[in-house]
């Protein structure tokens, strides 16, 4: 039987935070999220957001491993990104960013994450 663990978190534009997710809840004109950090919850309009899936890795150390996140690999930096073609998660090279390349339990097992896109836009550059 497949078990997939269903998660999110989110980047707020306007406070410049990360949150973990909590409810997520839909209607006719706008889907809204109810998302919290360890000291608030708040609650986020599409157009306020930057929404990324868990994975269903952890790293080498134990971290979930989560869409747009920048993680170390053969001492290359990595970013994590769905692969529409695969349908499935894969991993670029963050200098080439051509070459998508499958990301599974084997990569997971041997990385480690050192940040993501928006709380550490300095790792982009080479």
Known sequence: MLNIELRFRAFSKKTQRMYKSGPLSFSKDQHSFRFYSDTEMEGLKDE??????????????????????????????????????????SYTDVERQITMTPFGR???????????????????KP
């Open 48 to 89: 306020d957001m930057e929404l990324m899936q868990y994975t269903g890795q952890k790293d080498k150390n134990n971290n979930d491993v989560y869409q747009r996140d920048i993680i170390l690999l053969n001492e290359k930096k990595h970013i994590i990104v769905w692969d529409n073609n695969r349908g499935g998660w």
């Open 106 to 124: 084997s990569e997971a097992n041997n990385c480690e994450v050192i940040g993501n896109q928006f709380e550490n836009p300095e790792l982009l």
